[in-house]
C-alpha cells in the first residue's frame, strides 16, 4: 500500500514539482502542466499519461490502474488504487506522466 503521503512525497520528487489545488484535490504539476491529483477520499491518484502509456500500464491489472471513466480517461487520464499498486510500478507510472507534463510546454500540445 502507497499512503497519501509517500504518493505526494513522490511526486514532489521530481525536478520543478510543484504541489496547486485543483477543485479541491491536491494537483502534483511541472511548466504549469498536471501530471497527477491525489484523491484522499478514494485513495487514489489520477495520473495524466499518454494513451500509449496507459495502454502499456492497464496490462498489469485493471482493478488497479484503469482508464478514468469518462473523456479523460480516452485522451490517457489514468487511475491508480494506491491500496493495491505496488510502488515499483506507481514510480515507473508517474515517472511516465512527469516527463510527458515536463516535456510540454505551456501552450503546447
Not at 504541489?19 to 489520477?46: M, Q, Y
Not at 492497464?58 to 493495491?84: C, E, F, Q, R
Request: charge should be positive; glycine fraction near 6%.
Amino acid at each position: 500500500m502507497i499512503s497519501l503521503e509517500s504518493f505526494r512525497k513522490l511526486a514532489l520528487s521530481f525536478p520543478g514539482a510543484v504541489e496547486v489545488p485543483h477543485f479541491e484535490k491536491p494537483s502534483f504539476r511541472v511548466n504549469k502542466k498536471i501530471f497527477a491529483t491525489l484523491d484522499g477520499e478514494h485513495n487514489r491518484a489520477c495520473l495524466m499519461l499518454s494513451e500509449i502509456d496507459q495502454s502499456v500500464f492497464i496490462t498489469y491489472d485493471v482493478s488497479v490502474i484503469y482508464p478514468v471513466p469518462n473523456k479523460w480517461g480516452l485522451k490517457g487520464a489514468t487511475y491508480v488504487n494506491l491500496k493495491s499498486i505496488p510502488k515499483g510500478i506507481l514510480t515507473d507510472a508517474l515517472t511516465h506522466a512527469y516527463d510527458k507534463a515536463a516535456l510540454n510546454k505551456k501552450g503546447s500540445k
